[in-house]
Protein backbone atom coordinates (compact mmCIF):
# COMPACT_ATOMS: atom_id res chain seq x y z
CA UNK A 1 0.00 0.00 0.00
CA UNK A 2 2.92 2.39 0.50
CA UNK A 3 4.70 1.70 -2.76
CA UNK A 4 1.68 2.52 -4.47
CA UNK A 5 1.01 5.79 -2.55
CA UNK A 6 4.80 6.36 -3.40
CA UNK A 7 4.15 5.49 -7.08
CA UNK A 8 0.75 7.91 -7.54
CA UNK A 9 2.20 10.67 -5.64
CA UNK A 10 5.70 10.67 -8.06
CA UNK A 11 3.07 10.48 -11.12
CA UNK A 12 1.17 13.21 -9.73
CA UNK A 13 3.75 15.86 -9.03
CA UNK A 14 5.18 14.56 -12.46
CA UNK A 15 1.87 15.31 -13.89
CA UNK A 16 1.23 19.03 -12.44
CA UNK A 17 4.75 19.59 -13.40
CA UNK A 18 4.26 18.55 -16.81
CA UNK A 19 1.36 20.98 -16.67
CA UNK A 20 3.17 23.66 -15.53
CA UNK A 21 5.81 23.61 -18.63
CA UNK A 22 2.76 23.25 -21.25
CA UNK A 23 0.79 25.78 -19.72
CA UNK A 24 3.89 28.49 -19.05
CA UNK A 25 3.32 30.58 -22.51
CA UNK A 26 -0.20 31.33 -21.27
CA UNK A 27 0.84 33.33 -17.82
CA UNK A 28 -0.04 36.57 -19.49
CA UNK A 29 -2.58 35.62 -21.58
CA UNK A 30 -4.46 34.52 -18.42
CA UNK A 31 -3.38 37.29 -16.33
CA UNK A 32 -5.01 39.98 -19.24
CA UNK A 33 -7.82 38.22 -19.59
CA UNK A 34 -8.56 38.07 -15.71
CA UNK A 35 -7.79 41.56 -15.23
CA UNK A 36 -9.82 42.84 -18.23
CA UNK A 37 -12.71 40.37 -17.09
CA UNK A 38 -12.88 41.40 -13.33
CA UNK A 39 -12.32 45.41 -14.68
CA UNK A 40 -15.65 44.33 -17.45
CA UNK A 41 -17.28 42.44 -14.86
CA UNK A 42 -17.34 45.83 -12.08
CA UNK A 43 -18.39 47.83 -15.06
CA UNK A 44 -21.68 46.09 -15.02
CA UNK A 45 -21.43 43.81 -17.32
CA UNK A 46 -22.33 40.83 -15.32
CA UNK A 47 -21.19 37.37 -15.30
CA UNK A 48 -21.61 35.99 -18.75
CA UNK A 49 -20.10 39.45 -19.99
CA UNK A 50 -17.31 39.58 -17.82
CA UNK A 51 -15.96 35.76 -18.72
CA UNK A 52 -16.65 36.39 -22.19
CA UNK A 53 -15.21 39.51 -22.29
CA UNK A 54 -11.95 38.07 -20.46
CA UNK A 55 -11.88 35.21 -22.79
CA UNK A 56 -11.91 37.03 -25.66
CA UNK A 57 -8.78 39.73 -24.36
CA UNK A 58 -6.80 36.38 -23.54
CA UNK A 59 -7.26 34.83 -26.57
CA UNK A 60 -6.52 38.54 -28.45
CA UNK A 61 -3.08 38.43 -26.10
CA UNK A 62 -2.41 35.38 -27.13
CA UNK A 63 -2.61 35.42 -30.68
CA UNK A 64 -1.07 38.88 -31.41
CA UNK A 65 2.21 37.92 -29.36
CA UNK A 66 2.67 34.49 -31.48
CA UNK A 67 1.80 36.39 -34.79
CA UNK A 68 4.14 39.72 -33.90
CA UNK A 69 6.82 37.57 -32.70
CA UNK A 70 6.32 34.99 -35.80
CA UNK A 71 6.24 38.26 -38.08
CA UNK A 72 8.32 40.99 -36.79
CA UNK A 73 11.91 40.88 -38.67
CA UNK A 74 13.13 42.94 -35.49
CA UNK A 75 15.15 41.12 -33.28
CA UNK A 76 14.47 43.82 -30.51
CA UNK A 77 10.89 44.09 -30.62
CA UNK A 78 10.60 39.97 -30.44
CA UNK A 79 12.84 39.87 -27.38
CA UNK A 80 10.51 42.80 -25.84
CA UNK A 81 7.54 40.46 -26.84
CA UNK A 82 9.13 36.84 -25.77
CA UNK A 83 10.04 38.95 -22.30
CA UNK A 84 6.95 40.24 -21.90
CA UNK A 85 5.71 36.56 -22.16
CA UNK A 86 8.22 34.96 -20.09
CA UNK A 87 8.42 37.14 -17.23
CA UNK A 88 4.80 36.45 -15.38
CA UNK A 89 5.65 32.68 -16.76
CA UNK A 90 8.81 32.99 -14.60
CA UNK A 91 7.13 34.53 -11.72
CA UNK A 92 4.69 31.78 -11.82
CA UNK A 93 7.68 29.07 -12.32
CA UNK A 94 9.35 30.89 -9.52
CA UNK A 95 5.84 30.19 -6.57
CA UNK A 96 5.18 26.96 -7.67
CA UNK A 97 8.56 25.59 -6.98
CA UNK A 98 9.05 27.03 -4.46
CA UNK A 99 5.46 25.47 -2.86
CA UNK A 100 6.66 22.28 -4.23
CA UNK A 101 9.57 22.54 -2.63
CA UNK A 102 8.41 22.84 1.02
CA UNK A 103 6.56 19.63 0.81
CA UNK A 104 10.57 18.03 0.88
CA UNK A 105 12.92 20.29 1.66
CA UNK A 106 13.39 21.68 5.19
CA UNK A 107 16.10 24.41 4.57
CA UNK A 108 14.82 27.92 3.58
CA UNK A 109 17.77 28.49 1.24
CA UNK A 110 17.09 25.44 -0.81
CA UNK A 111 13.94 26.25 -1.12
CA UNK A 112 15.00 29.45 -2.75
CA UNK A 113 17.46 27.82 -4.49
CA UNK A 114 15.13 25.50 -6.59
CA UNK A 115 12.21 28.34 -6.64
CA UNK A 116 14.67 29.96 -8.82
CA UNK A 117 15.57 26.96 -10.76
CA UNK A 118 12.06 26.82 -11.10
CA UNK A 119 11.59 30.44 -12.43
CA UNK A 120 14.84 30.40 -14.83
CA UNK A 121 13.32 26.75 -16.66
CA UNK A 122 9.55 27.83 -16.82
CA UNK A 123 10.56 30.95 -17.97
CA UNK A 124 12.97 29.33 -20.65
CA UNK A 125 10.02 26.87 -21.76
CA UNK A 126 7.67 30.10 -22.68
CA UNK A 127 10.53 32.26 -24.12
CA UNK A 128 11.08 28.89 -26.28
CA UNK A 129 7.78 27.91 -27.62
CA UNK A 130 7.05 31.33 -27.99
CA UNK A 131 9.99 31.95 -30.51
CA UNK A 132 10.70 28.33 -31.61
CA UNK A 133 9.01 29.57 -35.03
CA UNK A 134 10.29 32.79 -35.28
CA UNK A 135 12.74 32.38 -37.87
CA UNK A 136 14.20 34.88 -40.14
CA UNK A 137 13.87 34.26 -44.21
CA UNK A 138 15.04 36.49 -46.90
CA UNK A 139 12.26 37.68 -48.94
CA UNK A 140 11.06 35.46 -52.10
CA UNK A 141 10.47 36.99 -55.21
CA UNK A 142 8.88 35.84 -58.06
CA UNK A 143 11.67 35.07 -60.15
CA UNK A 144 13.11 32.95 -57.75
CA UNK A 145 9.86 31.05 -57.08
CA UNK A 146 10.22 27.53 -57.78
CA UNK A 147 8.27 26.34 -60.80
CA UNK A 148 6.33 23.55 -61.29
CA UNK A 149 7.43 21.33 -64.29
CA UNK A 150 4.09 21.93 -66.29
CA UNK A 151 4.58 25.68 -65.99
CA UNK A 152 8.42 25.28 -67.37
CA UNK A 153 7.22 23.33 -69.74
CA UNK A 154 4.70 25.30 -70.92
CA UNK A 155 7.15 28.55 -71.03
CA UNK A 156 9.72 26.64 -72.41
CA UNK A 157 7.17 25.90 -75.44
Known sequence: MLALGLLLNTVGIGLFCWLIFALAVYALPFFVAVSIGMIAFQSGTGIVGGLLVGMASGALTLAIGQVSVAVSRCWTLRIAIATAFAVPAATAGYHVAFVLSQVGVP??????????LGAVCIGGTAWTRLTVFAETRPLESADNMPRSVLMTATREG
Open 107 to 116: SLAWREAFAC
